[in-house]
């Protein structure tokens, strides 16, 4: 089996990611670019000091959130599905992840394009598995990778925010030849699914109980103390990235034999974003 490479792509923070979108937080009169830059700086020196080949994306300072290029592309094996991000004011800033994604040769598809009318039913020699239900007919296909949780061949995907249920069918077809599978899961707590669960290598989902919209969908769910705590970015099978602002849920995952890499992330958390928003990550362990 071919070790696939360990990259990590990035996009620095645009001057303007004050003006990003907020959703279910109040906007801040407190966002600094210039520490924002500088965060972002100490993300990327963090994944690499981790082993991460950096793939820097074209900036994109036109627009404020291009910083969160997590929403751009979901990579999934090796292949690189360009989203159909669900806020309009977002939608171009797959312009610069598909040219980064084609230029490092991975495979780069449309998810827009997998809307099955174009192709019909895609070929299948076995009746079709019980996809995702479709949505309303003529429902738009849009999908943010911050939607999009990979445990495992499992890939979990949050609906309901920017995220639509034809998004989900989408990329259900756009996986459909990897050894991968597509499950929805409704959300409305949070901006995305992200937001609320990650996982740890191992494979246990990890949340604050109080923005899951339903701890009972994952089977082995552990709790953490701190909203922050949620958020984890596995860097091996035995080390974690995450938030400094949620010590007690770092300390939480060392007593289960992690490493815990503690980066401050506060200027992007003020946009509703967190680690995993900064990075597309391409390793065996996604
Ligand atoms: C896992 N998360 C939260 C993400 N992948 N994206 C964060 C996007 C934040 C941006 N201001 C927006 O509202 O789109």
Redesign the pocket.
Known sequence: MTRRARRALVRAPSPRLAD????HIARSDSVDPDRALAQWRDYCSALSAAGFELVEVDPAPEHP?SV?I??ALVVVGDLAVVTAPG?PE?RDEVIGARAAARALGLEVVELAAQDGSAKGEPARDEPARDEPAGGEPGEPVHL???DVLKVGSAVYVGVGG?TTQAGVQALARAVAGTDHTVEPVPISST??L??QVTALPDGTVVGFPDLVDQVSAWPRFLAVPEPEGAHVVVLADDTVLMSDAAPRSADLFRSRGLSVIEVDVSEFVK????V??LSVRQHPFD
């Open positions: 990003g979108l907020v959703t959130d969160f997590e929403d806020a977002r943010d990778g911050g920017r901006l995305h992200k937001s946009l509703e974003g967190c995993t928003c």
